[in-house]
C-alpha cells in the first residue's frame, strides 16, 4: 500500500511559480512511476506531468510544457512539480498519483495510475 501527501499548493499572482511536493509512504515508491494530475472546478481530471519510476522519463501536457517540471527524489521518497509562469488557467486542485506497473515508462491515463493523494489548492490570480 503506498500513501501520497501532496503539499505546497496556495494563492500566487499570474507570472509567479510554486512548488508542490509529493510525499510517498512505502518501500518500493523508487519503483514507482509517479503523475501530477489537475482538476478545474467544472472540468474533468487532466493529465499535466509525469515521470518514470527510473526518472529518465517524463512526459508533460502540451498546455504546461516549458512552464513545469517534474523530478523526484528516491531517497526522500518525494515527488515535486516546480512551476513557473503560472496562467490563470492553471488554477486547480492538483493529485499526486503512483503507477505501480512502469519503471523506465510514464503514461498520461489516469486509470493507471492505482494510487492517489489527497490535493492541494493551486490559485493563479489575474
Known amino acids: 500500500q503506498v500513501q501520497l501527501v501532496e503539499s505546497g499548493g496556495g494563492l500566487v499572482q499570474a507570472g509567479g511559480s510554486l512548488r508542490l511536493s509529493c510525499a510517498a509512504s512505502?518501500?518500493?515508491?523508487?519503483?514507482?512511476?509517479m503523475g501530477w494530475f489537475r482538476q478545474a472546478p467544472g472540468k474533468e481530471r487532466e493529465f499535466a506531468a509525469a515521470?518514470?519510476?527510473?526518472?529518465?522519463?517524463?512526459k508533460y501536457a502540451d498546455s504546461v510544457k516549458g512552464r513545469f517540471t517534474i523530478s523526484r527524489d528516491s531517497a526522500k521518497n518525494t515527488v515535486y512539480l516546480q512551476m513557473n509562469s503560472l496562467k490563470p488557467e492553471d488554477t486547480a486542485v492538483y493529485y499526486c498519483?503512483?503507477?505501480?506497473?512502469?519503471?523506465?515508462?510514464?503514461?498520461?491515463?489516469?486509470?493507471?495510475?492505482?494510487?492517489w493523494g489527497q490535493g492541494t489548492q493551486v490559485t493563479v490570480s489575474s
Open positions: 515521470i518514470s519510476g527510473s526518472g529518465g522519463s517524463t
Open positions: 512505502g518501500r518500493t515508491f523508487s519503483r514507482y512511476a
Open positions: 498519483a503512483a503507477d505501480p506497473n512502469r519503471y523506465y515508462t510514464t503514461t498520461t491515463n489516469d486509470r493507471e495510475y492505482d494510487y
